[in-house]
């Protein structure tokens, strides 16, 4: 069953209005209407994943906080499987995860579909595949996706896709924002973290857990993105006030993460599923 959650707009390109609707058997977020010609969307200097951008301030801070994460998302990984280091990356953007888990003796491949980001890849060594098709028939022991689900159109193929590439008993680790977080609350339609209509989808610990489990996968652990609170409420501050607003931005952020010390919702989670 699904019913209007929030009307929001494209904050970041378009300024074109979109609407979320609950499904209540997942317990997630739809974005309505889901554009056929998604790419225009990403056509902006302003989408840091995809530029490497250190332009503003919060685009420093991003670019800081992502070279801290690299080795913290590799530890991860290392601590739930440590034997073969195949890796596949799947939204790869410029490289950087890759770069650093091949400079630790992993076997890396990335699929990044943006032209741009896959030519900033090659000038640190990494080549991506556009396609995951292109993988072909290869299995991987880990598969990750930090950020990218929420994009993804045709979710359910997208899934299956995944979960045929990934060996028996391998891991598939994603990170997704959380729309029952306290600042995603707090900031309802200016929450930046919604980003119509690039995120498609919009997740739950529920809707995860459903959304896997036919596919034979079984979520062992949630962990938290403790600065992922910070940087959306950056950016929402902006969207709200047409402000920076840092002090209160960081506020926001510091207020989410101690509520979500009780109630276990952070701005964004990290999910390790395993394949049985």
Request: aromatic share 12%.
């Amino acid at each position: 069953m699904m019913k209007s959650y929030l009307k929001t707009k494209d904050h970041a390109v378009s300024q074109e209005e979109f609407e979320l609707r609950h499904d209540s058997d997942l317990d997630m977020l739809i974005t309505i209407p889901q554009p056929k010609q998604l790419a225009k969307y990403y056509e902006s200097g302003d989408y840091i994943s995809h530029t490497d951008s250190r332009k503003s301030f919060v685009d420093k801070i991003y670019q800081n906080v992502k070279k801290y994460s690299l080795s913290n998302k590799l530890k991860l990984i290392s601590r739930y499987h440590n034997n073969e280091k195949t890796l596949l990356d799947f939204g790869a953007g410029t490289g950087d995860f890759l770069a650093t888990a091949k400079a630790k003796g992993w076997q890396v491949v990335g699929v990044e579909p943006n032209d741009g980001a896959r030519l900033k890849s090659t000038e640190k060594g990494i080549t991506l595949l556009e396609d995951i098709s292109q993988a072909k028939e290869k299995k991987f022991q880990v598969i990750t996706l930090w950020h990218v689900l929420e994009h993804l159109p045709d979710l359910e193929i997208r899934i299956k896709q995944l979960t045929d590439n990934l060996e028996n008993s391998g891991t598939l680790i994603l990170a997704v924002p959380n729309f029952k977080s306290y600042d995603a609350k707090y900031y309802k339609e200016y929450w930046a973290a919604y980003d119509v209509p690039r995120h498609l989808w919009h997740f739950s610990k529920t809707a995860i857990e459903k959304l896997f489990e036919p596919h034979a996968m079984k979520l062992i652990a949630t962990k938290p993105m403790i600065f992922d609170s910070f940087y959306v409420s950056l950016l929402s501050e902006k969207y709200k006030t047409g402000k920076q607003n840092f002090l209160k931005a960081m506020w926001i952020g510091l207020r989410s993460n101690i509520n979500a010390w009780q109630t276990k919702e952070y701005s964004s989670h990290i999910y390790i599923l395993r394949k049985a």
